[in-house]
């Protein structure tokens, strides 16, 4: 399967703890993102990279959200400290991006639901 | 950004063609027109996209109107597969989704 993975595909944590995400993009995909969806509403965006550079980062990001692409493969996004109200479907998409690239088809992983108790 | 504005629901007959509706009159010039869905449980799924012309693939076609302030999506023979939220977004790089327009396929 050559698409956008996402591990763990579910993840129950305690308030309070910290938790790790990992999305593994199509491979020759330059570009990837992170967003969160909630129980009825549409996906926000959470911050995106090209390569290994974060370029953009919403301000839904805040301090405890950390998002990692070191390589400019594989991410990881953390959440410290964890808060019920951060139980959401986080999604990770990837597409090719930067100059020559007239549009912006993403495709987007199968999402981990996280549920903080 | 460019905003966009949806029905909140839509039912369609299996077989027929469903029509999704998208108004964004705030568009400019250089963006595109894309259209994504989610089936329940599942990631968003990339479905077409077009900039002036009106464009047709496998999944569906893409009507864009002259002054491209609105377009239309057309699942020419909707089956209960295509159930979902579909999303009709305007922008360049990151998404923006709204609400989307959920398609409820009835046989």
């Known amino acids: 399967d050559t698409g956008v993975s996402q591990d763990p595909r579910h993840k129950i944590t305690k308030r309070g703890q910290n938790v790790t995400f990992r999305c593994d993009p199509i491979?020759?995909?330059?570009?990837l993102y992170w967003y969160r969806q909630t129980l009825g509403q549409g996906p926000e965006f959470l911050t995106y990279?090209?390569?290994?550079?974060?370029?953009?980062k919403s301000r839904l990001l805040s301090d405890r959200f950390s998002a990692e692409r070191p390589k400019g493969s594989f991410s990881t996004l953390e959440i410290q400290r964890t808060e019920q109200g951060d139980s959401a479907m986080y999604l990770c998409?990837?597409?090719?991006?930067?100059?020559?690239?007239?549009?912006?088809?993403?495709?987007f992983g199968p999402g981990t639901r996280l549920t903080v108790l | 950004d460019a905003k966009t504005t949806q029905p909140p629901s839509m039912d369609c007959a299996e077989g027929r063609a469903a029509n999704l509706p998208c108004n964004h009159s705030?568009?400019?010039?250089?963006?595109?027109v894309y259209w994504y869905r989610q089936i329940h449980s599942q990631g968003p799924q990339y479905i077409i996209h077009?900039?002036?012309n009106n464009e047709t693939n496998e999944m569906a076609s893409l009507i864009i109107t002259e002054d491209r302030k609105s377009s239309t999506l057309i699942l020419p023979h909707a089956t209960l597969r295509d159930t979902a939220v579909y999303y009709c977004?305007?922008?360049?790089?990151?998404?923006?989704f709204g609400q989307g327009t959920e398609l409820s396929v009835k046989p």
């Open positions: 491979s020759e995909h330059n570009r």
């Open positions: 977004i305007v922008r360049e790089g990151k998404l923006i």
């Open positions: 998409a990837s597409s090719l991006g930067g100059a020559g690239v007239a549009y912006n088809e993403q495709f």
């Open positions: 990279f090209q390569n290994e550079a974060q370029l953009e």
């Open positions: 077009g900039l002036k």
């Open positions: 705030t568009i400019s010039g250089n963006e595109y």
